[in-house]
C-alpha cells in the first residue's frame, strides 16, 4: 500500500482556522451566561428586584418581592428546546437571610411551588407548612408558556419575547397558568420600534420596549392587574437590597379588601372591593384608562347586594346580589350591573350584564390616597359614592 502525503497550502490552513474559530466563539457567545436585574416600581413604591441569569435552555435567579409580603423568590425554570416551559420551580426564602424559608404572617402561602409539563398535563406539587403533604394541582396543557402570580417574573417575559424575535412572526400564542386559577390564553404581539404587547383578556397588556434580539429595557403594564413600570438595571445583589430594605415599612397586599354595610330607608345594602392605593400614580385616564372596562376596585369582583328593590333614575333594579363595574369617562361614568361574580373581573362574561346607569362626576377639593366606595342616606333615598384621586362619582337611588 502506497500513502500519500498532502500538503495543504497555507492560505487554506488559515481559512479552515478561521472558520473553526468562528463557529468556537459563535457557540460560546450562546454558551455565556448572561445576567441582569429588573427593577419594579408601582407609583413610588418599589416591588420588586429581580436578578436573573440565562444560559442556553435555563433561566434561574432570585426575586425580592414585597407584595404581599418582603421576601426573595428563589427561581429556576428549564425549557423544552422549543421554548415552551418543562420544569418550573420558585422557593419562598426569609429576605434577611435567604438560606432560611419565609414565614408567612399575613396568610397561608406556599414555600415552594413546583411545576414540571409533560404528556398534554402540567402538574404542580406544592409545600405548604399548613398542610401535612404536599398539594398536587394538575392542568391540562399540551404546552406552558408563562407562570402567573402576585408578581410576575420579568425575566420570563423576556425569554418569550426573545422566542419571538428569533421568528418572521408578530405574533406568539402562549399559555399561561396560575396553580391555584388555571390556564389562560395570552399572547405576545410585536409592534413598530422594538415594541412588544404582552398579555390577554385576563391580565389586559403590558407595553414592553424590546432590542432586535427581544431584550426588554422597559416595560408598562399600566392598566393591568400588575400596574408596575419596571426598567433593566446592571445585576444587583438581591440578598443584600433585601436586608436593606426589609428594615423599611412594607407595602403589604397592595389593595386590600373590605366590606361595607348601611342601612338606608330600612334596607340593608352590603358592598364589597378591593381598595387600590394612588401611589403617586396618574389614575383616571392613566392606570384606570378612559372609556375602557374597569372592574371598580381590585382583587376578585366588587359586588353589591341590595335588600329591596333599587332604583336608579329610571332603571329599577330588583333586590339580590350583584358585581359592580364601571366605564369611566371624563364627564361621567357608566355603572354596569352584572350577574357574574364569580368570572375574574378583569374578563367577565359580558352576557352577563344586566343593567347600565349613567352617573355624573365632578372633581373634589382633596385627593383620595385610596379607592373608597361609601353609602349615604338622603332625604329621597340614598347614594353610592365612588372616590379616587380627585374624581368623585356618584349614583343616587330611591328604595321601592
Known sequence: MILKTFCIKPEIKILVLSLFLCCYETNA????????TFIGRMGVDTVLVETYTRINNHLYGKAFTRVPEDYIGEFSIHFYPNGTIREF?????????????????????????????????CTYYNSDPEKESERIVRHAAKHMDFVGGWVPLISLMEWNCMRLAKTSSSYLPMKMINHNIGVYDIGIQKKENGIMIFGGPFLEYTKLTTNSEGLISSADGTGTP?????????????DEI?????????????????????????????????????????????????????????????????EKDIR???????????????????????????????????????????????IPVKKGTVVQEVFTIEL????????????????IATADFNIR
Not at 226 to 238: D, G, L, M, R, S
Open 242 to 306: 433585601a436586608r436593606r430594605m426589609t428594615k423599611t415599612t412594607g407595602i403589604g397586599i397592595p389593595s386590600k379588601t373590605e366590606t361595607i354595610s348601611s342601612t338606608i330607608k330600612n334596607s340593608k345594602i352590603t358592598v364589597t372591593y378591593g381598595r387600590p392605593h394612588k401611589r403617586g400614580r396618574e389614575i383616571f385616564g392613566g392606570i384606570v384608562p378612559y372609556d375602557s372596562l374597569w372592574r371598580t376596585g381590585a382583587n376578585g369582583p366588587t359586588t353589591i347586594g341590595f
Open 312 to 358: 336608579f333614575g329610571k332603571t329599577t333594579v330588583p333586590k339580590g346580589t350583584y358585581s359592580v363595574y364601571t366605564i369611566p369617562k371624563p364627564n361621567e361614568w357608566l355603572m354596569i350591573l352584572s350577574s357574574d361574580l364569580s368570572g375574574w373581573p378583569t374578563n367577565p362574561d359580558r352576557t352577563k350584564d344586566l343593567y347600565r346607569i349613567s
Open 226 to 238: 400588575w400596574n408596575y413600570i419596571v426598567e433593566k438595571h446592571a445585576p444587583i445583589n438581591i
Open 376 to 391: 349615604n342616606e338622603t332625604k329621597s333615598g340614598g347614594q353610592i359614592i365612588f372616590s379616587w384621586d380627585n374624581v
Open 29 to 36: 457567545q450562546q454558551n455565556q451566561p448572561y445576567t441582569a
Open 89 to 121: 420551580n420558585v422557593t419562598a426564602m426569609n429576605p434577611s437571610n435567604s438560606s432560611l424559608p419565609f414565614e408567612a404572617k399575613s396568610r397561608a402561602f406556599e414555600y415552594r411551588l413546583n411545576m414540571n409539563c409533560r404528556d398534554d398535563t
